[in-house]
């Protein structure tokens, strides 16, 4: 396989809502978005959504780069070495419960989940590359009812292949 393109459609559902409570260690934010960080570039982020909206999606252009078992996709959204990519889903807010205002940029990057691309099957990630896009569907509050955060895999997330300019 030569080196090809592929498309992530990152497809979000659950949203935890504008604000995030006060917890002990924790300050609590409030006006939360939630958008894909660019590599290298913490403050550069892909359409932010609200915390509340019904869903949130994202479109990522890749490369696909064959490796002797499996792929690497490679692009500006894509994060981390061979074998460790991830995208990062950014939580951001305006300001915390406690009143303190974000920085100048006008947000404040307060936690993120690390979409785990090499917890994609084999046979889907493969899949992908031939129909041309790779799906991940997943919900973004976690048990406690704020922003999920840490690494992300299945069952969290599902995988799955997709025609070309699927879910545009």
Same mark, same amino acid.
């Given at each position: 396989?030569?080196?090809?393109?592929?498309?992530?459609?990152?497809?979000?559902?659950?949203?935890?809502?504008?604000?995030?409570?006060?917890?002990?260690?924790?300050?609590?934010?409030?006006?939360?978005?939630?958008?894909?960080? #660019?590599?290298?570039?913490?403050?550069?982020?892909? /359409? &932010?959504?609200?915390? !509340? +909206? @019904?869903?949130?999606?994202? $479109? =990522?252009?890749?490369?696909?780069?064959?490796?002797?078992?499996?792929?690497?996709?490679?692009?500006?959204?894509?994060?981390?070495?061979?074998?460790?990519?991830?995208?990062?889903?950014?939580?951001?807010?305006?300001?915390?419960?406690?009143?303190?205002?974000?920085?100048?940029?006008?947000?404040?990057?307060?936690? #993120?989940?690390?979409?785990?691309?090499?917890?994609? /099957? &084999?046979?889907?990630? !493969? +899949? @992908?590359?031939?129909?041309? $896009? =790779?799906?991940?569907?997943?919900?973004?509050?976690?048990?406690?009812?704020?922003?999920?955060?840490?690494?992300?895999?299945?069952?969290?997330?599902?995988?799955?292949?997709?025609?070309?300019?699927?879910?545009?």
């Amino acid at each position: 396989m030569a080196n090809t393109s592929v498309r992530i459609r990152i497809e979000a559902t659950d949203l935890p809502g504008r604000s995030c409570p006060a917890a002990p260690g924790f300050p609590g934010y409030q006006d939360i978005h939630v958008a894909v960080q #660019r590599r290298g570039r913490p403050g550069e982020l892909l /359409d &932010p959504q609200p915390g !509340d +909206a @019904a869903r949130a999606a994202w $479109t =990522l252009e890749c490369t696909v780069k064959p490796l002797p078992a499996g792929v690497d996709l490679l692009g500006p959204y894509v994060q981390g070495g061979p074998g460790a990519r991830f995208v990062y889903l950014s939580w951001i807010a305006s300001g915390r419960t406690d009143g303190v205002a974000a920085g100048p940029e006008g947000f404040t990057m307060f936690r #993120r989940a690390k979409l785990m691309l090499a917890a994609v /099957d &084999p046979d889907t990630a !493969d +899949a @992908a590359v031939r129909g041309g $896009t =790779l799906v991940a569907r997943l919900g973004l509050t976690d048990v406690k009812g704020h922003p999920l955060c840490a690494a992300v895999r299945p069952p969290l997330v599902a995988w799955s292949a997709g025609p070309a300019g699927a879910g545009e």
